[in-house]
């Protein structure tokens, strides 16, 4: 069991550019969670996804942030037209089912916007 | 303070001596889980304890939750150098509407060993 695998580890992208981040959650997971760690602070929950669906998107900012977890693939993060505020590690996590009982996390994709 | 809020902000001990990092949250919860973060890695579950518990054990760790101080402890005992890491604790939503998937984490305590 590979847990939860996130590429790239490492991105930079202009100002402008688009980003996309990847999430393969655990074997049997269907639950996946995103998180977002700015420099110095603590995980802030962004979306949350089951196959196919969006089950809660509140933590993710009203423009430019989309998410999808396809019926096949892994899920995927995409922020449009990034600036440097952007610039933060995202964390993929996810679990067997909806509550939580100890979330696996991937190791992050660290974005830079330069 | 915000929700999950670890104190203090940075603890510097030597190797073979305990480790003790509080938090503290402000709503009610159903569980409460402490995950260890080593520079520029992610996040790893150390332990999760429930609202009902007061007390649970894992190997080297001991963690305590008093509800009526909304406050948790995670000690290390017997230190290694290999424990320095942010040590982050992170509460669900409680009962509001049964979003206890959503996580609100601390700023985290980073924890240095010396050897």
């Known amino acids: 069991n590979a847990g939860v695998m996130q590429n790239p580890r490492h991105l930079v992208r202009r100002r402008g550019q688009e980003a996309r981040l990847r999430c393969s959650p655990m074997?049997?997971?269907?639950?996946v969670y995103w998180y977002r760690q700015l420099p110095e602070e603590g995980l802030k929950f962004m979306v949350y996804?089951?196959?196919?669906?969006?089950?809660?998107e509140s933590g993710m900012p009203k423009e430019r942030f989309s998410a999808e977890f396809p019926k096949e693939g892994p899920s995927i993060l995409r922020i449009q037209q990034v600036v440097r505020g952007d610039s933060a590690a995202y964390f993929c996590?996810?679990?067997?089912?909806?509550?939580?009982?100890?979330?696996?996390f991937g190791s992050g994709t660290r974005l830079t916007v330069v | 303070s915000q929700q999950g809020e670890e104190d203090p902000q940075a603890l510097s001990i030597q190797e073979g001596e305990n480790a003790t990092m509080n938090c503290s949250y402000k709503?009610?919860?159903?569980?409460l889980q402490w995950y260890r973060q080593n520079s520029g890695r992610g996040l790893v579950h150390l332990i999760l304890?429930?609202?009902?518990?007061r007390e649970k054990h894992s190997g080297r760790l001991r963690v305590t939750l008093d509800t009526s101080k909304k406050s948790s402890s995670l000690l290390i005992t017997a230190s290694r150098a290999a424990d320095t890491a942010s040590y982050f604790c992170?509460?669900?939503?409680?009962?509001?509407?049964?979003?206890?998937?959503?996580?609100?984490f601390g700023k985290g305590t980073l924890l240095t060993v010396n050897p």
């Open positions: 304890i429930r609202s009902n518990e």
């Open positions: 996804l089951q196959k196919e669906n969006i089950i809660d």
């Open positions: 992170a509460t669900d939503a409680g009962n509001s509407g049964g979003s206890n998937y959503k996580l609100t």
């Open positions: 996590a996810s679990s067997p089912g909806g509550t939580v009982y100890g979330y696996t």
């Open positions: 709503t009610s919860i159903n569980n």
């Open positions: 074997k049997g997971h269907s639950h």
